[in-house]
């Protein structure tokens, strides 16, 4: 499978037509990683997007910096990203992700390149953007009923 198809699996790209998704797979970078290693840490600035190409990760939250008991919110897995909210800021990362397989390949995403994109391509960027805010809408309404 090339990487546009990989890309036109991925929730975040839902939307676009194939020439945009070509564009996408344009700015991509491939990492490789081993069993163990550590991808992103929470509380690091961040200014990347991870799609998993292939392996697995975890991602992993602490309450507190230096959490004795950090717990695994989920498992990722091929076509699943992390890393969506450094498209829009420069915050700090909100879980640990670890590879939890052999080995996992990321395609990786850089902001500047992807808002050079979406300045040039506005119906790309419109979409992408619209996308990461229903899932982050998501994401809080989840954690919120939750919590209750």
């Not at 975040?12 to 163990?36: V, Y």
């Not at 840490?41 to 230096?66: K, M, S």
Request: glycine share 8%.
């Amino acid at each position: 499978m090339n990487l546009s198809e990989i890309l036109s699996q991925v929730e975040l790209f839902e939307g676009l037509g194939r020439d945009e998704l070509e564009k996408i797979a344009s700015i991509c970078r491939e990492q490789s990683f081993r069993s163990g290693d550590v991808v992103t840490r929470q509380g690091d600035t961040g200014d990347q997007l991870f799609v998993i190409w292939d392996g697995l990760v975890e991602v992993v939250h602490e309450e507190a910096p230096h959490d004795p008991a950090p717990r695994t919110v989920v498992n990722l897995g091929q076509g699943q990203v992390f890393g969506e909210m450094a498209l829009v800021d420069y915050g700090p990362r909100s879980a640990t992700i670890r590879v939890i397989s052999d080995q996992a390949t990321v395609q990786t995403i850089q902001r500047d390149a992807f808002m050079e994109l979406c300045e040039s391509h506005t119906h790309l960027g419109y979409v992408v953007m619209r996308n990461i805010a229903a899932d982050l809408s998501f994401k809080l309404r989840h954690q919120h009923l939750v919590g209750r």
